[in-house]
């Protein structure tokens, strides 16, 4: 079988692949962390990391551009970067955006693939770009599973070699280089371990080598001498703190009083430049900031003398590995709905979920709810459908995430209507199984029905209808027609609560006026005693409203 070209599908396939490589290493990696400092967070770091930069390139699903999508995945990385380790990743893909760039520039236009001289000089570039990062090199880091990479990769390059043996010599060079690294650093040796940085990267460089042959390398599991188990929390003279955070309209000058602060605050100072846009043409430039402190206000003041920080994160080293859920995932359970309308986002999260939203007429896809459910950073993920993804993209969805690591519990939601009921009942302190099944019976307990316009005259099961008259529909049928869409949703309530009912929700769609509903709540006032009625401007596409009775 012939080695694929490494362009711009190719790169995203291997975000892809990489994320799934580090999810499947991350509790290997997390066990081998002892430097800087031994809190068994590098694979959760570097996976979180690798997320962002895959959903940057994900959010690229077009264009050939190598490039662009190389400088997306960078600052995807440099937004999302977590630890000491996720600072360095985004360098390393710092490191390719920068190089395409140049020889796109040089070629003008765009570049297409990438080839071995390219994917080396990359790797190369990379290493500077660490170095100024961390301020100064270790030897038997990932640094030095870099260099060795790199210089591999540019050996085999100028004799000649595909990209595909370029990319497998600097992989097998990592391999060999990571080996190494007991011997380079003696806290390594005392704790009878590689070095965990060096792991990731060695999985990043087989998951391009998978990519591009669709054969992943053989590698023994790197784990702690028996006798010498590495220590997985944070010593007490360690800091108490990792402090994150992005910095903005920062010059040179600040950035060094900066490092020389946080210098004096901890350890494990990494400040990372984007290197992309107009900040670096006028000097001002936005970077990722991470240290190891103990007074984490002092860290992040220290930024407001020189810049504007955000995104602040401040994660306490006493704990290590029990920090995180396995996996990686930043929390144990999410509630994932699928909406449509502005209204409709703000009420759901508003409620504590997380929120897809489709394009107007066109069907979620798997890869869209896969997208989503790794954003949630959740292990556990309840799903709200609510109408807006085939069963089919579900399943497929259902089968994608979990070979991710992921959790989804889809709940039977035919409408926003039954999501909200859903929603209502979500408690995550219950067992998997118990919560799934309480908003499983709670959405079916909702009856649920729509009222559209009709577009042209037509037969229908209640009758004939005209253009502008309203319908009111339960499950497939039109059951109601009405002269307006006030008149058939009041029909429809009727019928809904025929079978009994406490409550009446109505949500209104874009363009429909607040007297229909003001109109419906009057109605269910007057005609149906003692059952409450709450309506909500959503905004969504295709129905003018959406009714349920619960």
């Known amino acids: 079988m012939s080695a694929r070209r490494l362009d711009a599908p190719a790169l995203r396939q291997w975000a892809h692949n990489a994320v799934a490589g580090l999810i499947s290493h991350t509790d290997e990696i997390n066990r081998l962390n002892v430097f800087p400092v031994a809190d068994a967070d590098t694979g959760t770091n570097m996976l979180f990391t690798m997320r962002a930069a895959w959903a940057q390139a994900d959010a690229r699903a077009t264009g050939d551009d190598v490039a662009a999508l190389s400088a997306a995945m960078a600052e995807g990385a440099l937004r999302g970067a977590r630890g000491n380790s996720g600072v360095i990743l985004s360098q390393i893909l710092r490191g390719l955006a920068d190089v395409t760039a140049a020889v796109a520039d040089d070629r003008g236009g765009i570049l297409a693939d990438i080839g071995g001289p390219v994917y080396g000089a990359a790797l190369r570039h990379a290493i500077g770009l660490v170095v100024t990062s961390m301020g ?96 997985t929390s944070a ?105 449509d309308g502005d209204g409709a986002e703000a009420l759901f999260t508003g409620e504590g979920a997380q929120v897809l939203r489709p394009e107007p007429g066109v069907a979620v896809s798997a890869q869209q709810l896969l997208h989503a459910l790794v954003n949630t950073g959740a292990a556990h993920v309840m799903v709200l459908p609510n109408g807006y993804v085939a069963a089919e993209e579900l399943l497929a969805g259902w089968a994608v995430a979990s070979d991710w690591g992921i959790v989804m519990v889809p709940v039977p939601t035919g409408s926003m209507v039954q999501g909200l009921a859903a929603l209502a009942v979500h408690d995550p302190e219950r067992q998997l ?118």
């Open 136 to 231: 100064e090199a270790v030897p038997g880091t990932i640094l030095s599973v870099l260099q060795d990479a790199a210089t591999a990769a540019e050996d085999a390059a100028a004799d000649g070699a595909q990209l595909s043996e370029v990319v497998a010599a600097s992989a097998q060079a990592a391999a060999e280089a990571l080996d190494r690294t007991p011997s380079q650093l003696d806290v390594l040796a005392e704790a009878g371990v590689v070095d965990a940085g060096g792991r990731g990267l060695l999985v990043l460089l087989d998951a391009l080598t998978t990519t591009l042959t669709g054969h992943t390398p053989h590698r023994d599991v790197y784990l702690p001498s028996p006798q010498q188990a590495p220590i």
């Open 235 to 339: 010593t007490p003279s360690s800091p108490q703190f990792e402090v994150m955070y992005l910095l903005g309209d920062c010059d040179a000058a600040g950035l060094e009083k900066l490092r020389a602060r946080l210098d004096e605050l901890g350890e494990s100072v990494a400040i990372a430049a984007s290197g992309f846009g107009d900040a670096t043409r006028s000097g001002v430039g936005h970077y990722s900031v991470h240290v190891h402190a103990d007074d984490a206000g002092a860290a992040v003041e220290a930024a407001l003398e020189v810049g504007r920080p955000s995104r602040i994160q401040i994660t306490s080293l006493v704990g290590g590995a029990d920090r995180h859920p396995a996996g990686g995932w930043s929390r144990e359970r999410a509630v994932l709905a699928v909406v």
């Open 433 to 550: 199984v118990d919560d799934g099944y309480t908003m499983a019976r709670a959405a079916a307990g909702a009856r649920h029905g729509s009222v559209r316009v009709a577009a042209q005259e037509a037969l229908t099961w209640a009758g004939t209808c005209t253009p502008g008259d309203g319908l009111g529909i339960a499950g497939d049928e039109v059951v109601i027609v009405g002269p307006d869409i006030v008149a058939a949703a009041a029909g429809l309530i009727d019928l809904l609560l025929a079978a009994g009912g406490e409550l009446v929700t109505v949500l209104t769609g874009d363009g429909v006026d607040a007297a229909v509903g003001e109109a419906l709540v009057d109605h269910v006032h007057r005609e149906h005693l003692g059952t409450e009625v709450v309506t909500f401007h959503t905004g969504h596409h295709g129905d003018a409203l959406l009714i349920g009775v619960e």
